[in-house]
DNA sequence: GGCATTTTGTGATAATTGTCACACCATTTT
DNA sequence: AAAATGGTGTGACAATTATCACAAAATGCC
C-alpha cells in the first residue's frame, strides 16, 4: 500500500514506522481520467500530488492559448508551490497528461501529522527542496542554452517526457513555437 | 541584532523568542567585499546567507564567460539549494556584487537547531518554499513572455534590480546578448 | 472501414536576436 | 595629462525564430 511513496520518502529523510503510520490520515488515493483538472486557475492549491502512474502538467492560460509550464512524472511531488505555501489563489492550471493514479496530501491533516511526528515535518522539506533544485535546473536551461541545447539536455536528463509528451505541449515549456521545435527535431536526424 | 533576519522568519512562520535563542549558534555575521566569492563552483555549498545589506549574485563560467543565473538582495536568502540539500559539489559561483553584510546559517548548526526547536524546522521549510515559488516566478518568465516582455516584468516587481545590477551581468540572466537588451531599453523610451 | 479531430511537418516571409566591430563615456591608474 | 579599464550604445550583417498557411500523418470515434 502506498509502496513507491514510502521508498520515495525514506530516499529523502529517515521516517520511522510510527511517522509513517501517522501520515496516514493525510494521504488519499485518486484516479484522475486523462485532460481532467487537478488545480484550477484562481482556485488555492490544498494539497500536494504524489503521481504514481502517469503525467500531469502545469500550464497558464494566455490569450486562449495554453503555455505549459511543467511537467510531473512518476515519483515527483506535483503542486503550486506558491499557492500551496501562501494561500493565494493559483495562477494557472494542473491537469492529468495521461490518466493518473496520485496520493493526495491534505494540507491541514498534513500540518497536523508534522506536528506529531517532526520526521514529517522534515520529509517534506527535503521534498520542497527537491522541487525548488529541480525549478533551479529548468529556469537555468533557458539562461545557459540555446533551444536546440535545450531540447538536448531534456532528451538527455529525462527521455520520456520526448517519449510521452505532445511535441506541441512540449514547445511552450522549452519556449519556442511548435514549428521550431518540430524542425529542430527533424534537422537532429540528419 | 540581528533585527532584519528575525522580522523576516517571524513573517514567514511564528517563531518564540526560545526558538530564536536556540538559533544564534548556527548564526554569525560576515562582511564581503565586492566580487569576493560566498561559493565557488566544484565546493558543497554548507550555508545558507541572509542578506541584510548589498546583493550577490550566482553565475555560471562557460567557455569563459559569466552566465549569471540569479539575484539575490536585502532579505533573501542566497544558497545553492541543490548543492546545500545533496551535499554534492556546486555547478556554480556566488559573489557579492555590492559589499555585502550577510547572516551565515551553518549547516551542521542548523540541524542541531532544528532537533531542539521544531519551530525552526519549519521556518526552514517556509524559506525553501519561498525560495522555489521564486525561482518558478522566474523560470516561468522565459516560457510566457518574450525578452521585451521579461525586461518588463522585472522592471515592474524587482525595480531595484536595474538600478543596481549593470546591464551585462542582467542580459545573460534575462537570456539574451548584452547588445540585445541594451536595445530593447533604448527603443522602451521612445 | 470511413470520417472527424488532433497532431505534426514544411514552405515562405517577416521579425527578432546574435555576433562582430568600434565609438563613447566615466573612472581609475600611472 | 595620458593611458588603461569597465560599462554601455550602435551599425551592419548573419543566424535564428515567429508567424501564417496549408499539407500530411496519426488518432479516436461511429
Known amino acids: 500500500m502506498m509502496h513507491h511513496l514510502l521508498t520515495y520518502l525514506r530516499s529523502l529523510a529517515s521516517l520511522s514506522d510510527e511517522s509513517w503510520q501517522l501520515l ?3 494521504l488519499k488515493r485518486k484516479h484522475v481520467a486523462k485532460n481532467e483538472l487537478l488545480l484550477k486557475e484562481g482556485a488555492v492549491c490544498q494539497s500536494l500530488y ?3 502512474k502517469g503525467y500531469c ?5 494566455a490569450d486562449g492559448l495554453e503555455k505549459n509550464t511543467g511537467f510531473f512524472f512518476e ?4 503542486t ?3 499557492s500551496f505555501g501562501s494561500g493565494l489563489p493559483s495562477e494557472y492550471f494542473i491537469a492529468a497528461g495521461e490518466p493518473l493514479e496520485v496520493i493526495v496530501f491534505d494540507k491541514q491533516l498534513l ?3 508534522g506536528k506529531k511526528a517532526p520526521e514529517i515535518e522534515t520529509a517534506g522539506r527535503c521534498c520542497i527542496r527537491l522541487f525548488a533544485a ?3 535546473a529548468f529556469s537555468n536551461l533557458f539562461r545557459l542554452y540555446t533551444a536546440k541545447e535545450r ?3 531534456i532528451e538527455e536528463r529525462y527521455p520520456f517526457m520526448l517519449q510521452r509528451v505532445p511535441l506541441t505541449q512540449l514547445a511552450s515549456f522549452l519556449g519556442v513555437a511548435r514549428e521550431t521545435l518540430s524542425r529542430i527535431r527533424s534537422r537532429r536526424v540528419l
Open 75 to 78: 515519483n515527483d511531488m506535483a
Open 151 to 153: 531540447l538536448a539536455a
Open 80 to 82: 503550486n508551490i506558491s
Open 111 to 113: 500540518q497536523e501529522a
Open 50 to 52: 504524489f503521481i504514481e
Open 57 to 61: 502538467r502545469s500550464y497558464h492560460l
Open 24 to 26: 496516514q490520515p493525510a
Open 134 to 136: 529541480k525549478q533551479e
